[in-house]
């Protein structure tokens, strides 16, 4: 098979882990996986300073195209003063829209190795598995009206809406559903239906389309704030939550903080399937261009290789080279390997390069 890759690699150490994302593909591509057609594009601060915005029509086209998108990071002091319209940020937010990427996968996975950096205890981290879905193009942060009006007397009022549809609803929880029977058949939504209307509305839909699509995944409702909760106290009890934007934004972020640094987080957002089943998708870390250590071969580029494994679990329908590459990524911290930010102060730690060979050298032979 061939699989059509975007590569937009951005500013900062977008460029640095991308290239180890680059060894991994072309070992996998060398071991008979598929031929791997990999093109290149610019984005974010690098995009502007060659074409005067952060993403070109062009670049988009072909991230339609392709059948997964691997993202860098963009941004960085260089870009801080150009307006707001073009910043770099605003690359990666057309990317999103005009390929519709409703679902935002982030897993927190504990390498059993790393259960140190967590901020919990070994034993409640240890081996964590879990999958927080989060709706990525609704809610509140997008909802009208929302502005700032001021008042007769004199006071000033802010208003933002939430507001969700059936649909919008209905297909974020589907991926969910479709993701637990791929894992462990659970999947716990979040929302507040004791003081939303918006929450009882997803509530209803969610347990509607279990009892009509999904009989056989077990399903929990939970309140977004005892869930966050939970998350700190006992997270191993969940499997897959799906929630909406503003609670999968805290969520996840609680979540990232079970499994240690953010030079380990990967991430996939998904678009809805075609009539052919395809969807537009797009993997990238969830930590952005790091200027404070860009250029010094510093990086740690296991979030990105991390989101390698979820394109070809979710996109490239090689859910076996998925789980060995992050049995290789588990193996390489095993043996004690560490970039800086996640070695022990003091300790020894290698550079980029020799991470990304490290995990390539675990994955053989393959
Ligand atoms: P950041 O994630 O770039 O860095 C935060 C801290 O974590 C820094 O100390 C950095 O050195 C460290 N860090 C991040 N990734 C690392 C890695 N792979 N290995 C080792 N250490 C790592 O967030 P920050 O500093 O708030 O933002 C820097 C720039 O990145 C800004 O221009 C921001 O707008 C942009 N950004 C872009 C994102 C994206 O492209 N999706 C996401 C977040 C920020
Ligand atoms: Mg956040």
Sequence with gaps: ????????????????????????????????????????????????????????????????????????????PKWDKVAYEIRPEAGLLRLRKDLGLFANLRPAICYGALAEASSLKRDLVEDLDILIVRELTGGVYFGEPKEIVTLESGEKRAVDTQIYTTG????????????????????????????????????????????????????EHVLADNCAMQLVRKPKQYDVIVCDNLFGDILSDVAA???????????????????????????????????????????NPLAMIGSVAMALRYSLGLGEAADKLEAAIGSVLASGARTRDIAPAGANAIGTGEMGDAVVAALKPL
């Design 257 to 299: 903080m079970l499994t240690g640094s953010l030079g380990m987080l990967p991430s996939a957002s998904l678009g809805a399937p075609d009539a052919a089943g395809r969807r537009a998708s797009l993997y990238e870390p969830v930590h952005g261009s790091a200027p404070d250590i860009a250029g010094q071969g510093l990086a």
């Design 1 to 76: 098979a061939t699989h059509k890759i975007l590569l937009l690699p951005g500013d900062g150490i977008g460029p640095e882990v991308a290239a180890e994302a680059k060894k991994v593909l072309k070992l996998f591509e060398e071991a008979g996986y598929g031929s791997f057609e990999t093109e290149t594009d610019l984005v974010g601060g690098a995009a502007i300073d060659a074409h005067g915005k952060p993403v070109t029509d062009a670049a988009v086209a072909l991230a339609k195209d392709a059948d997964a998108v691997l993202f860098g990071a963009v941004g960085g």
């Design 168 to 219: 919008e609803i209905d297909r974020i929880a589907r991926v969910a559903f479709d993701l637990a029977r791929t894992r462990r058949n659970k999947v716990s939504s979040a929302e507040k239906r004791n003081v939303m209307k918006s929450g009882v509305l997803w509530n209803q839909v969610v347990t509607a389309i279990h009892a009509k699509d999904y009989a056989d995944v077990e399903l």
